[in-house]
């Protein structure tokens, strides 16, 4: 990738992979760089944008933290992000980590894996959303408002601020935020839903994912965890399975479409069926 007639090449094939959001291409193609032609301010720079997006801020503040060196050392020529781009992105950094803090049912030490991250959902996340959920239904039934690409951030977000949810990012180490997971508290009965987007379906990631939700959920004093799924979505009721999830008797009905219910440390008799009843009744009429 690196070009001895044109140093900047690793860098600029960079640049681009970062707009079109190839997280993992950027960052080998600012590492290639470093490795051949030494340091670059803007490169360690970019790299922090790369960690910021894949759920590292820890791995982002070093980075930023290496470019504030260089910048102070002078090591990095031309095109150089400035001292306070620098500290705008530590300032936000640290706005980020405060927020966390604040959700005391978070434990960040819980939320990481091999492949991805779980972060409490922040405005930030929003631009990412509209391409990944745009289906009415599964805004119901997560209890949550429908991402529509024609009202304003804001407004949605404040919408969203106002349901009875804990709501979880999922971010993948190489590609970014990929979904949504999370808890709505609907008086005694607790529902988990997850969505990794159409254009995610593995349920392997699925699985990891809810994995890392369910350590968050434990911070939530909650018992019995129980969601809905549609009995054609065969990745989710894989991934509900492996992660420890049960399928309970009966299904319901959304709709046309046949939903199954699943869950996770019900007891047994009537309370489960109590369970189901309340499900459907959400599927029926909506939150």
Request: charged share 15%.
């Amino acid at each position: 990738m690196a070009d001895a007639h044109y140093p900047g090449c690793s860098f600029t094939l960079g640049n681009q992979a970062v707009q079109s959001g190839f997280w993992a291409l950027a960052r080998s193609c600012y590492h290639t760089g470093i490795r051949h032609y030494g340091e670059r301010l803007a490169a360690r720079y970019n790299l922090a944008l790369c960690d910021l997006a894949t759920g590292q801020p820890e791995r982002a503040m070093t980075q930023l933290t290496r470019a504030r060196h260089l910048l102070a050392g002078d090591a990095a020529a031309g095109g150089s992000p400035d001292k306070q781009r620098i500290e705008q992105r530590m300032a936000e950094l640290a706005a980020i980590e405060q927020y966390w803090k604040q959700c005391s049912w978070f434990t960040p030490g819980n939320a990481s894996s091999k492949h991805m991250s779980l972060e409490p959902l922040q405005e930030r996340h929003l631009p990412a959303l509209p391409g990944l959920m745009e289906s009415s239904a599964f805004a119901r039934w997560a209890n949550l408002p429908m991402v529509q690409a024609d009202v304003k951030g804001e407004s949605w977000w404040s919408k969203w601020q106002q349901s009875a949810s804990y709501d979880l990012a999922v971010v993948h180490h190489d590609f970014g935020l990929m979904g949504l997971c999370g808890l709505s508290r609907i008086n005694e009965v607790a529902y988990f839903y997850i969505w990794l987007g159409y254009n995610n379906p593995q349920s392997a990631l699925a699985t990891e994912a809810t994995l890392l939700a369910l350590r968050q959920m434990s911070n939530l004093s909650v018992g019995n965890l129980c969601t809905a799924v549609s009995e054609k979505n065969v990745s989710t009721r894989r991934a509900l399975h492996q992660a420890g999830f049960e399928q309970l008797n009966g299904r319901g009905h959304s709709g046309d479409e046949a939903v199954l219910f699943y869950g996770c440390d019900l007891e047994q008799g009537s309370d489960q069926l109590d369970t189901q009843a309340r499900m459907q009744g959400w599927l029926d009429v909506g939150f």
